[in-house]
Nanobody, 120 residues
């Protein structure tokens, strides 16, 4: 199983970016999918998460600016990021609980991350 994230880049403060992360491989089902970020010199933190039933949760710092969504048919999770601030700088990682054919219980996977840079 692989999680491939894309969509990071350089944007001016106040701008927007949309991240995508697709899970691929011998997948039976994908449960929770989340986005984390790690700023320079800081610990990785949860940004937003969504369940297979489309419940969502957000870090307080991004509420009202970021929106997480998913396309279950494509095993893909998105993160729409608006009104970006320099504080949003970091490497963004997707994370998912996936049931793989032959294992039949959820296992946790990480993507490699995509860099988001916001210029002030």
């Amino acid at each position: 199983v692989q999680l491939q994230a894309s969509g990071g880049g350089l944007v001016q403060a106040g701008g927007s970016l949309r991240l995508s992360c697709e899970a691929s491989g011998s997948i039976f089902s994908v449960n929770a999918m989340s986005w984390y970020r790690q700023a320079p010199g800081k610990q990785r933190e949860l940004v937003a998460g969504t369940t297979s039933g489309n419940s969502t949760n957000y870090a307080d710092s991004v509420k009202g600016r970021f929106t997480i969504s998913r396309d279950n048919a494509k095993n893909t999770v998105f993160l729409q990021m608006n009104s970006l601030k320099p504080d949003d700088i970091g490497v963004y990682y997707c994370n998912a609980d996936i049931v793989v054919h032959g294992i039949w219980r959820p296992m946790n996977y990480w993507g490699k991350g995509t860099l988001v840079t916001v210029s002030s």
